[in-house]
Structures are given as C-alpha cells and as structure tokens.
C-alpha cells in the first residue's frame, strides 16, 4: 500500500522537476528525466486505482491478476528506451511541455507514434478515476453510517488526488487561447492549493495516523522505566473475522519464528512493517482478539524466553544479564514484567520450583 502511495507521489515530483528544468539553464537534463518519470507517469493511475480498492478490500498485497494493471507501464517503458536510430526532437517536445504542460505532447518522444503518449496517457487517468470512483460508491465506505475507521483519509485523499488529475485536463480548455501568462497563473495556483493542503495536514495531523504518519501515545511509566513506548490503539478498525484471524497467526507466527522480541529496540511499527500492514490493524488485533496490550503480549515471550534460557545459564549469569539477552532493556521493567506473569518475583520463583 505504501508502495502504491510512493509511486503517486514520485510521479508529481517529477513532473515539477520537468517543468523546471524546461524552465531553467538545465535543458540538457531534462530529456534523461523525461525518459525515467514516462513509466511512473503511466502507472500511477493504476496505482491510484489498486491503492483505494485494496484500502477498501483489506487487502495488504496485490493479487498476481492485478499486477496486470501495469502493462502500460511496461508498454511506456519500451516506448522510452533509447533505442538505436531513434532520434526524438527533444527542444519541440519541451515547447510542448512548456505550452500544452505534459499530458498533451503531439510530438513522438519515444518508439511509439505519438499517439501513444498524447491519447494514451489521458484514457489511462480517465478510465482509473472512473474506475476507482465507481467501486468507492458501490461500496459505500464514504457513508458517515457505514462507520469505516479509514473514512475521513480516504475522502481527503480521493478528493486531492482527483482534484490534480483533472487539473493536467485544463490546456484542453486553454487550447486555442493566447495564453502569454496563463502557464505562471496555473502554476501559482498549483503551488498555492499545495500550500493549502500542507497547512491542513499540519492541522490535522490524526487524519493520516496509520496511513502517512504513525500515531504514537508514550506511556509515561515505559519512558521512566526506559521501556518501550506504549502505541494507542484505540481506533476503531473494520476488519472481516477471517482477517483478523489471519492477522493474529501472521503476528505470532513472526514473533515464535523470527523471535524478534530479543531486540530491545522492537516495537510495534517494526510488527507492523514486517506484516506490511498499518500499525492500528496490529493495535486492534492485539487489543481485541489476543486481549493484550503491545507492551504486555512482548513482554510474555521475553519471559517465556527467560523462563527457558536462565536454568541453563545461572551458574554463569546474573538474572539480570539473561534478561537483557531476552529483550529487556530495563531491570525494573523485567521484574514488573515477571511477577505480572507469574505472580513471584525470579528468585523465588525458581526456588519454589526447586522445591517443587
């Protein structure tokens, strides 16, 4: 999924380096650039598409039919390859880039006809906006009632990136206008509505937690013990049974097989990036299915670990030292941690097991 959002973004920062360097004293680096953005740019409306219906799906990877979504991609990356006797007119595709911007350029810029960029690329934006709009009112997650966690970032995501799609359409309005300063104004307004939406973000930032940025509430008892921070979780996640369930042996299938509960750094966005799903997904199977908090579900395997590694390693180590080995960077934290889970402190536990 982050991948897919990646892509959109690179493909608008490239199409701002273009412009720029059309616009300044390094034309010679334009036409390199332009080869390398040209199978972005092609699949970034697949990737708009993939990335909401999978957001309203539940799905965290691609299904292997719908890596045929970047065919043209593909197409656009054979189209650009600097093929022998291929020579392309690059000054007149950077007046038409400068004029008509880049989603109507008539001149050939690769092995295809023309008409693979100036028809292709607009039929691609179109058909996926389409598309994309289409499964988001079948399926009503835009409904208030529908109560879908992820609502609000999909409404303003939807919107802004609609929004800069049909903003590439505007030269056909402008086609047969002088336009000496119009190219300036539409920029300014660009850079304005950027402006805008980066104040928005900045005041609300919650908005993205657990699709851009991570949510983070720091349990103030952790930091004086020098334990990791404790993650919030108390989001509401719409989640199919099959898939929380899934989710649970994903999560405990890492922490037996990989065991890195070992690592005093782990934390829950390590879980969650190791998963390749979003941190509150971890949070809300945690909470509602296993029934523990982060923070407590680690701390059982660091002593489960311990339990099993210190009868072997007494009479060379201090308890301490073996808790450290088993994930602990606080003493305090362990011993808390161990009479949580067993309801002694060490030295009595393993005394009374002696006994026993």
């Known amino acids: 999924m982050n991948r897919l959002l990646a892509v959109l973004f690179f493909t608008r920062f490239g199409q701002i380096l273009i412009s720029l360097l059309i616009h300044s004293d390094q034309q010679h680096l334009y036409p390199t650039l332009y080869q390398v953005f040209t199978p972005i740019s092609y699949a970034a409306p697949a990737c708009f598409y993939l990335y909401v219906s999978s957001f ?4 965290s990877r691609l299904l292997k039919f719908q890596w045929m979504h970047f065919i043209p ?37 690769g092995l295809f006809p023309a008409l693979f960029y100036y028809l292709g690329r607009p039929v691609l934006i179109v058909g996926y906006l389409i598309a994309t709009w289409y499964v988001v009112l079948k399926s009503r997650i835009l409904d208030s009632k529908a109560g879908h966690s992820g609502r609000n970032w999909l409404s303003f995501f939807l919107k802004t990136a609609t929004f ?4 590439g359409f505007l030269p056909l ?3 047969n206008v002088e336009k000496p300063g119009i190219n300036t104004v539409l920029m300014i307004l660009n850079c304005m509505i950027l402006l805008v939406i980066l104040i928005f973000v900045l005041h609300q930032p919650k908005l993205f937690y657990g699709y851009l940025f991570v949510s983070v509430d720091l349990d103030m008892e952790a930091i004086k013990s020098h334990a990791p921070p404790v993650l919030n979780s108390a989001k509401k996640v719409s989640l199919l049974p099959d ?3 899934s989710y649970s042996n994903s999560m405990k299938e890492v922490m037996e097989m990989k065991r890195p509960y070992l690592l005093e750094s782990f934390q829950i966005v390590d879980l969650a990036g190791e998963l390749n799903i979003p941190v509150h997904h971890c949070s809300f199977v945690l909470n509602n299915l296993i029934g523990k908090n982060f923070r407590d579900w680690i701390n059982e395997y660091r002593i489960n670990s311990f339990m099993e590694q210190y009868p072997l390693k007494a009479e060379r180590m201090t ?8 994930g602990f960077k606080s003493i305090a934290t362990f011993y808390n941690a161990f009479k949580k889970e067993t309801g002694l402190m060490p030295t009595a536990y393993f005394s009374r097991k002696k006994v026993s």
């Open 243 to 245: 898939q929380l369930i």
């Open 56 to 59: 309203i799906q539940g799905n």
């Open 73 to 109: 991609a593909c197409l656009a990356l054979i189209h650009v390859f600097p093929w022998p006797l291929n020579e392309i007119n690059w000054p007149v595709v950077a007046d038409q880039v400068e004029r008509n911007k880049q989603l109507f350029i008539t001149e050939r810029t």
């Open 164 to 167: 800069f799609q049909l903003t």
């Open 173 to 175: 309005l402008l086609w």
């Open 319 to 326: 308890i301490e030292s073996v808790a450290h080995e088993c």
